[in-house]
């Protein structure tokens, strides 16, 4: 990092910035990664004693920071950065004037200094927000905003509050995150396709029997009803984070790993996944809600219970896709995320086809396909099942090993913050880890007709216990395709 910058972030002590944001900043402090002049203002609307809430952020740093790191070795250096302003940015007041003052002091007295608006507030604000920065000259020509989802509530919204941003800042300016894009296997996905020669060739349904891609999640509602059960799986996970995910690994390699060509072949793929409509959505969807379960030897309530109402709003979906062009045709796609699973996982697996003849005789020479899963969290790591010979046989008998890349043994040190590696491609002006707003526009023209169908079918949310994989319907959506889910346990 060369330059100077300042970040401000709207929303500054509100629950993102003291889980993700402070956390991330902090860590990119002792990597040494932020300028040293870099400044970060937090907006909040109401804020007590500077030290008092410094206290409260080196709280959360100490709960937020991996054992082994350390909430004090670079505090003095971190905490000089803080600025604290207080006021309500939907008000025209005069508290404004706490970040307009030194803002456009540093740009007096060295020119202009690259600029990150942070909109960790809810979308309905953006407008706002955006509004006052521009009418009061802090928008300059390197000014960069970060949107964060929810963004939208279906494509109509999402394009409002698009287009109300899109009125201040220029489409390259604006970083949309995605924390999903920023897992370090997730990139490492982009180094397996387009780095080594032996995937890429097999990478499409000659040899590729079908996809699935699996984000399930432990924890519940972790105290986000109102948002959640506005929104529900669909929303929260399926048309952003899984989209991107099936995006990249679907998108024919682009020219560069740059901003520009990654997101044009995103999009094509997005162009190509193929509508679900009418009975269709009926026959390759399900939606679920937990109800009280065991997990890891616990008894855990239900979603009702934990909402406290009635609510149809789904915690699981399971969706079978397809992509329709040369590549992809006739290769299944599944699609699962819920809340309450059995595991935390987030996978993609890639099942290869059978070979068509096997040259080895005998029951115990079975051969199992290929199978490659690339593992985000926990664990991160990519596996590979291959067939081999059991050791001390006399005769072929033949089993299934994993050749297995484990990042975290592999790689010492791994950090795997996602939300620091995208702050600072944001303050480095990188793009590439980031949706285009056609990107987004896209999944939501997906996602809407099958809330839609399902809300005019009136389907009902199927109950899977706390602890499970979820709904029986989710397995028999493979199971009708002579298939099965990939679980660990
Ligand atoms: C967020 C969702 O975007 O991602 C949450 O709003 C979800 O509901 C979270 O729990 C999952 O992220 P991660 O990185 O913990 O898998």
Request: net charge negative; aromatic share 8%; proline share 4%.
């Amino acid at each position: 990092m060369t330059h100077d910058f300042d970040m401000v972030i709207f929303g500054g002590l509100g629950d993102l910035s003291l889980r993700k944001l402070l956390p991330a900043l902090y860590r990119s402090e002792v990597a040494g990664h932020l300028p040293r002049n870099g400044r970060i203002f937090l907006i909040s609307r109401a804020l007590g004693e500077r030290e008092e809430e410094l206290t409260r952020i080196q709280e959360w740093l100490t709960n937020q920071l991996k054992s082994g790191e350390s909430p004090t070795s670079h505090w003095p250096e971190f905490e000089q950065r803080l600025h604290l302003c207080a006021f309500d940015v939907t008000e025209d007041g005069e508290g404004w004037a706490d970040l307009e003052q030194p803002l456009l002091e540093v740009d007096a007295a060295e020119g202009k200094r690259d600029r990150v608006f942070y909109l960790a507030m809810p979308p309905s604000l953006y407008g706002t927000i955006c509004e006052q920065l521009s009418g009061r000259g802090l928008i300059n020509e390197t000014s960069r905003v970060v949107l964060e989802k929810p963004l939208g509530y279906d494509r109509t919204t999402a394009n409002e509050i698009n287009a109300q941003v899109a009125k201040y800042f220029p489409e390259n300016s604006i970083f949309r995150i995605d924390h999903y894009l920023g897992k370090e296997t997730v990139q490492n996905l982009l180094a397996l396709r387009f780095a080594n020669i032996m995937f890429e060739p097999l990478w499409n349904g000659n040899y590729i029997d079908h996809v699935q891609i699996s984000l399930s999640e432990e924890v519940g509602l972790e105290g986000r009803t109102a948002f959640y059960d506005q929104a529900g799986a669909m929303r929260d996970m399926i048309q952003n984070h899984l989209l991107q995910l099936l995006c990249l690994v679907a998108m024919e390699p682009p020219h560069k790993l740059q901003a520009d060509n990654i997101r044009t072949e995103k999009l094509k793929v997005l162009q190509a996944l193929r509508p679900l409509q009418g009975y269709e959505v009926q026959s390759h969807t399900v939606r679920g809600q937990y109800v009280d379960g065991m997990m890891h030897g616990k008894a855990v309530p239900g979603y009702l219970d934990e909402l406290g109402k009635d609510s149809q709003t789904e915690t699981f979906v399971a969706i079978k896709a397809h992509i329709d062009n040369w590549r992809w045709s006739g290769v299944p796609f599944y699609f699962r995320t819920g809340k309450r699973l059995r595991q935390r996982c987030a996978e993609i697996v890639i099942q290869f086809k059978s070979l068509t003849h096997n040259v080895f005789d005998g029951a115990s020479t079975q051969l199992s396909a290929n199978r490659l899963v690339i593992r985000l969290q926990p664990d991160e790591g990519i596996e590979m099942t291959v067939m081999a010979k059991e050791l001390n046989q006399l005769d072929m008998r033949l089993q299934e090993v994993p050749l297995n890349l484990n990042f975290a043994e592999t790689f010492q040190n791994i950090h795997s913050d996602s939300y620091q590696r995208l702050l600072l491609n944001v303050i480095d002006n990188d793009l590439s880890l980031f949706a285009h707003r056609d990107e987004a526009d896209l999944a939501w023209a997906w996602v809407d007709p099958i809330i839609n169908a399902w809300n005019k079918c009136g389907t009902p949310v199927q109950a899977y216990e706390a602890g499970s994989w979820g709904p029986d319907a989710s397995a028999a959506l493979l199971h009708s395709d002579k298939r099965a889910w990939h679980n660990n346990g």
